[in-house]
Nanobody
Framework: VQLQASGGGLVQAGGSLTLSCAASGATFRSYSTGWFRQAPGKEREFVAAFGWSGNRKYADTVKGRFIISRDNAKNTVNLQMNSLKPEDTAVYSC??????????????????WGQGTLVTVSS
């Protein structure tokens, strides 16, 4: 399974970006997919997850601003990020897991990862 994240860039605070995670060698319908981010000098943290059955989970820091979705036709999982803040600046990565839903916020259970895409939010 290969994953590729894209869509990062530079945006002003209050703006929006949509990240996309594309998969080859597997379908997202067989996995739960998570987005994580790592800011400079900080540990990687959970952002959002989309379950194989359609469940969604968000970190409290992004709830109400970010929307995770899955496009079955394109085999992508997308992260729409609205009302961006400077503290959202980070490298965002996507991964897939077969862990139980209650643990999808834990990065150590993810089996495959894509490379990160940098999101920079200017104040």
């Amino acid at each position: 399974v290969q994953l590729q994240a894209s869509g990062g860039g530079l945006v002003q605070a209050g703006g929006s970006l949509t990240l996309s995670c594309a998969a080859s060698g597997a379908t997202f319908r067989s996995y739960s997919t998570g987005w994580f981010r790592q800011a400079p000098g900080k540990e990687r943290e959970f952002v959002a997850a989309f379950g194989w059955s359609g469940n969604r989970k968000y970190a409290d820091t992004v709830k109400g601003r970010f929307i995770i979705s899955r496009d079955n036709a394109k085999n992508t999982v997308n992260l729409q990020m609205n009302s961006l803040k400077p503290e959202d600046t980070a490298v965002y990565s996507c991964g897939v897991t077969t862990m139980i839903w209650g643990r999808v916020h834990q990065e150590n259970g993810y089996r495959y990862w894509g490379q990160g895409t940098l999101v920079t939010v200017s104040s």
